[in-house]
């Protein structure tokens, strides 16, 4: 092996990698970011019924296949903390609806139309067996779920992608607090987040950018150390 190949390994082992990981953070799996609707880098940390909010996936997440050629769909759902996602069933109107208490309830996510984001399909992809984005979530409020009666209590808001209604592939999710008045009859409801992913930077061009400096930069040290090293011959 000569210098200029052994220069440019030990640049590649060594810097390249760790500016890249620098320039891509990682969200945590299995979180949903709550955010502003009219602004994805505010996140939104508490509310009431009438409180409109987008839930938001990591960058990147996908389901294992789209609607058409695969058979996935995507489920937004409402549980109980202590509830396991991958047990339930999901229809268009949520998780099979069980009682708890008779006013706890199981349900779907909720536009602010009151409408349910119980399985919507997938983008299509050009040919079967590849991965389908997670398209945009509409904006949502829980003016519907207090209608609905659900039970004060710790809750997973969540998106799954889901196969037949059954089959549950990955899932992201966030836990918020629900806090209901005594009288049954209320359609009041607070809210209050408790553990959910950073919102996302205002722009998600950013680390895009970082990585085009950072490949700039390496190819730059690159570059000088050969003619440096031509040089030294």
Known sequence: MNRVTGALLVLVAAGVPSVVAQAAPSVPTASLAIVNPSDASQAITDGDENTQFVVRPPDGASCPGDTRH????????ILPEEEDPATQIYTALGPVERYIDDVTRRLALYRVERSPVGLANLPLNDVAGKPARIPAIPTLSFQQV??????????????????DGTQLGDYWTAIVTI????????????????VAAPAPESSDSSSTTLLVVAVVVGAAAIGFVILRLRKGK
């Open 70 to 77: 695969d058979g996935w769909q995507l489920a937004g759902f």
């Open 146 to 163: 207090a209608t609905l009666g659900l039970a004060g209590g710790r809750y997973q808001l969540g998106i799954a992608c889901v196969f």
């Open 179 to 194: 806090t209901r008045p005594t009288d049954l009859k209320s359609t009041e409801l607070s809210w209050t987040v408790e």
